[in-house]
């Protein structure tokens, strides 16, 4: 019997959809691999220039195509978008990307795709959300990368300060991917002690933690201010994210996912640890929250669902 073949179709050529094809590419990801954009010669260009890595890593089919490719695709990407500037937040991108949120999902769907979406363009929670009301598609079938490069952040923030491999640090980022973001510092852990007590046995406080939560929430802006963009981190989540879906691996991963009744949140995508595998979101984890956090989770889907019904009404939905 042939192995499974994998298809996978990047829409949003930009750094952040580069990134990812480039992490694809590293890590030899799905045997065919289709870059789609408004610029066609970029597309073209890329392509060109990734296929040349295949002999350093896998063989694979690498091309510029269109919105028809997606029909037998198992997972479209979409990191297309207005990127973020110096001084704006995820949050105020909400109406130019939703706009052209709009023109990319209806046509994908019509190909006939009968994948998974991952939506990782910006604001994601609000784009997630809105790509699984324009596509009809299942619930499980459509999330966002979420809080994962933010869970990440935390985890290398910690990493360093406790001198641990940042892999070892078993903490997630959730709630909105955005300002209201927080770390599940009282439950997370190192190796099963809990984190605050490992790091007390360190000279780390907790307030020193509650730093370092502020530090991930904000990194987004200082490298934007330093270098213009961020690309290489969630380019590289992306990856992950789509291993566990094109190798059935039921990995638990930070996401932006559908919530129905966890953290009494319900018609909202919001950051949480999920089950990841071929069918999608196969199961939404709810973290035993401390009380203090139960409340972070709420005001961030506040300001998410707040957000959500004035863009939602932008393109009649």
């Keep these: 019997m042939a192995e499974k073949h994998e298809k996978v179709v990047l829409v949003g050529d930009g750094a952040v959809g580069s990134s990812y094809a480039f992490a694809m590419m590293q890590q030899g990801i799905a045997e065919e691999f289709v870059v789609v954009d408004i610029d066609k010669n970029r597309t073209e260009g890329d392509a060109l220039d ?15 195509g269109d919105y028809s490719d997606c029909k037998d695709a198992d997972l479209v990407v979409i990191t297309a978008g207005a ?9 105020d991108l909400v109406n130019k990307n939703l706009k052209i949120l709009t023109t990319i999902v209806k ?3 019509d190909s006939g795709f009968d994948g998974i979406f991952l939506v ?32 990440s952040r935390f985890q290398v923030a910690v990493g360093k300060k406790l001198n641990v491999n940042p ?38 406080t907790k307030d020193d933690l509650l730093k370092m ?49 966890q953290y009494g949140l319900s018609d909202i ?34 300001t998410l669902k707040e957000t959500i019904d004035k863009g939602m009404k932008t393109i009649d939905l």
Excluded: C, W
């Design 213 to 261: 939560e502020d530090e991930t929430r904000n990194k987004a802006y200082e490298i934007i201010n330093k270098k213009g963009a961020t690309f290489y981190g969630v380019g590289t989540a992306l990856m992950r994210i789509s291993k566990a879906i094109l190798r059935d691996e039921n990995t638990v991963l930070p996401i932006g996912a559908p919530v129905d009744g």
């Design 269 to 302: 995508y919001i950051g949480t640890p999920a089950i990841v595998n071929a069918s999608g979101v196969a199961k939404v984890l709810e973290v035993p929250l401390s009380d203090d956090e139960k409340d972070k989770m709420s005001a961030s889907a506040k």
């Design 83 to 91: 990127p973020q500037k110096p001084g704006e937040t995820r949050l």
């Design 50 to 64: 990734l296929e040349d890595a295949q002999p350093f890593t896998s063989p694979k089919k690498i091309y510029s």
């Design 120 to 151: 990782a363009a910006n604001p994601v929670d609000i784009l997630t959300y809105a790509t699984q009301k324009i596509s009809g598609f299942p619930r499980n079938k459509v999330f966002g990368s979420g809080t994962s490069l933010d869970t």
């Design 167 to 204: 892999q070892s640090i078993n903490a997630y980022v959730m709630g909105e991917h955005g300002d209201s973001e927080f770390a599940d510092i009282d439950e997370a852990s190192i190796g099963n002690v809990p984190l605050v007590e490992f790091a007390k046995k360190n000279g780390v």
């Design 107 to 109: 046509p994908v769907v």
